[in-house]
């Protein structure tokens, strides 16, 4: 017993320690040497800040299409290049009015035509109805004269008052024809009569469709703007592949009526596209004003406003790990320099917090998937939950500490392997 006395003191001193550094580890944490850097909670004024990129397009423009007349391809005889200035009222594109043209001759000849045709048809509808007047004047007179002869039948013999009667039947008979016949001709005139007014008619709207569809060859350009000529697809003949490049519309191509050969784009509404990630989806707001730099125009700066966010992600694709938000920003005063397309740089100025607690990034780290800072109690740091509210260049805007806490800038707990290395996580600014 007495040569296993100190084996077992030595024993029980070294379990005893292990214990007690265990429960003090969460607790309340010694530190190793007074080399720990700290850093203060401050209390700051912060303006938030969302960096992305965008696009710029324009929100007014003008299709210039082929006019939708009957028949086969139209050919361009006059058309303005890709980024030639344009005001309202002249001319983007012109087709070919030949065809157009010949059908307004064809048209114009069916119409007097058909103006002669009324011409004859009143004429020969005037004489039918004189000599149908005539033949009834001499139908009426026989009927009269008979209804004289048969009222001398009392004096007369039998047979020749049987021959009176039978005169008057047939007179009667003739003179119900032809009225009969007169009614027919009139039906018969004047159908003719209409027949040639359709005729008249049709011409008329041949006429004016031709006229229209000639007027519809120059394209003109309802606003001011720049003209920017689209790929003729009739180029390729139907076949498209991979990678495959399509010529733009120019002078003496065909295309289809209905087509779109350009368009004129105002640069007076211009606007960006943007985009933000999930995280950042809760600081941008309508309303909010925006700085620009366009790369394109290097050393300008525009000013914005944010005028609409959407409410789901901009990619639904199931493969796709990007969750984005689109971002619509209206520009205050575009500049005449600036085109669709052009890449530009935006900064959103989102909420001013007043009075915010900011702590360096370095100070937060991820336990279990939650932000803790180590607090300095005494001689010793204190792992304490918190709530970031955003990030910022190198900081962190913070909810859980007071002003003026001193939290650790490294691991108190790894800081003599020296291995540690701080994790800031949160949501905000990059």
Known sequence: MKRNGPVLLIALSLSLGTALAACSSREGLQAASRDIPVARVKQVDFQLQVDTTGELRTTRTAPAVAPPVAGGTLQIVHLLKTGAPIKAGDVVVAFDPSEQEYKLAQSRSDFAQAQQEIVKARDDAAVQTAQDQTALLKAKFDVRQAELDVSKNPILSTIDGKKNL??????????????????????????????????????????????????????????????????????????????????????????????????????????????????????????????????????????????????????????????????????????????????????????????????????????????EVYVKTGDGFQPRQITIRYLTEGGAIVEGLKVGTEVALVNPEQSRSGSEKPVAGGVGLR
């Open 166 to 371: 039978l005169t008057l039947q047939e007179a009667k008979r003739a003179l119900a024809q032809l009225q009969q016949d007169i009614q027919s001709h009139g039906a018969s005139n004047q159908a003719g009569i209409d027949v040639a007014e359709e005729k008249k008619r049709k011409a008329q709207l041949a006429i004016a469709q031709a006229e229209k569809n000639i007027q519809n060859m120059q394209v003109r350009s309802p606003i001011d703007g720049l003209v920017v000529v689209r790929e003729n697809e009739n180029a390729s003949g139907g076949f498209f592949w991979g990678g495959m490049t399509l010529p733009p519309y120019q002078e003496g191509d065909q295309t289809y009526p209905g087509s779109v050969v350009a368009e004129v784009i105002d640069l007076g509404h211009m606007e960006i596209n943007a985009k933000v990630k999930e995280s950042e989806r809760a600081s941008v707001k309508q309303g909010q004003t925006a700085e620009v730099r366009v790369d394109a125009l290097p050393g300008s700066t525009f000013h914005a406003k944010v005028e609409s966010v959407a409410g789901m992600v901009s990619n639904m694709w199931f493969d796709d790990p990007s969750h984005n938000f689109d971002v619509t920003l209206a520009l205050d005063h575009p500049d005449p320099n600036l085109r669709p397309g052009f890449s530009a740089h935006v900064v959103i100025f989102g909420d001013h917090l007043d009075r915010a607690l900011s702590i360096p990034q370095q100070a937060v780290f991820h336990m279990e998937s939650k932000p």
